[in-house]
Nanobody, 117 residues
């Protein structure tokens, strides 16, 4: 079993920055994809950014150039640096881990990010 614990959400003014962290623990496959999804009220959960264990990244078009995903494999932790935040970035952000070889998918409990205008 894998547990994901997020931290770093909060309230920030438009144009500000936040850094989210997600620490994974448990039986973690060394080959995996970690990412961040978000879900705003009344909307579907959407991918924000993902990073594979080798370091390749993928971003939603809406956050390219503003958000940066990174990971520390030694700490089994993934980060999301969010700059130039906009009110439309307001959502609950969820950490996600997919064990590539088995397809098992794990989710964190979510952390609220609120951007005021």
């Amino acid at each position: 079993q894998v547990q994901l614990v997020e931290s770093g959400g909060g309230l920030v003014q438009a144009g500000g920055s936040l850094r989210l962290s997600c620490a994974a623990s448990g039986s973690i496959s060394s080959i995996n994809v970690m990412g961040w999804y978000r879900q705003a009220p009344g909307k579907q959960r959407e991918l924000v950014a993902a990073i594979i264990s080798g370091g390749n990244t993928n971003y939603a078009d809406s956050v390219k150039g503003r958000f940066t995903i990174s990971r520390d494999n030694a700490k089994s932790t993934v980060y999301l640096q969010m700059n130039s935040l906009k009110p439309e970035d307001t959502a609950v952000y969820y950490c996600n881990l997919v064990a590539t070889l088995t397809g098992y998918t794990y989710w964190g409990q979510g952390t609220q990010v609120t951007v005021s205008s």
